[in-house]
């Protein structure tokens, strides 16, 4: 857990950060939530479609460790998704003894549209300030994101 | 939904930021996540104490409204807590009929501990750039839970 430090960060930046970090993801949570009340999809499904369109076809005990799920919820999780025609159960070409989880277009379609409705959302949020400002945000996150993907 | 924008940023810097905004945040539950296994609490009871922390004490149907949990669920969440001496149900002062839910110390105490946790990982993810760029990466933050806040 502790390694040596290249520079002190103050304990008030990091705990201001922390803080700012909770309350911001905590807004986005609800918020998302409120936006996916729109469509045919739950918080949970949503994360799925997501690492389905990133990562392609993949069995359920592959998805269920990505989303940190036990594999009995991940099968209810992809049973209601596989009715609502989101995604479908296929045969894998090299080994038809695996079956894998497809996102089908219906499912690629949702996530598409919840994506677009996050952006309005943001762009919402961002209507009272400056595109230079929007700008910086980005390139801190940017930073932030490349020095927690590292850790 | 559509209010007018004061300054039109540009799709691309929405999307970059919406992009960053959930990966950050998808780090952050993983990593929550994680530091919560040396805890003797779960994500959505750690997010009940810090709503009691925060607002003080409160029913079943307020803590459930501040978590978007149905009553039945908080029910079982809040069970759980009393019985690890994390949380009391205790009569209201005013109403006798009125049961709250109240903070015990140790889970004052966990919360406390949590937080730590959380911090000390923060100050690592950030060991590897300036005091600076730490503060310039807070001052962004603030700058959108602000714009967050009022949206």
Known sequence: MSEEKHSPISPETVHEIECLLREVSNILKRKGREILHHFPVTPPQLNALLWLGKEGDMTIGELSQKMCLACSTMTDLVDRMEKNNLVARVRDGRDRRVVQIHLLERGAEVVK???EA???????????????????????LAILYNEMKRT
Chains 1, 2 share one sequence.
């Open 118 to 140: 996050r952006r309005q959302y943001l762009a919402e949020v961002l209507s009272h300030i400056s595109e230079e400002q929007a700008v910086r945000i980005q390139e801190n």
């Open 113 to 115: 549209e919840v994506l």
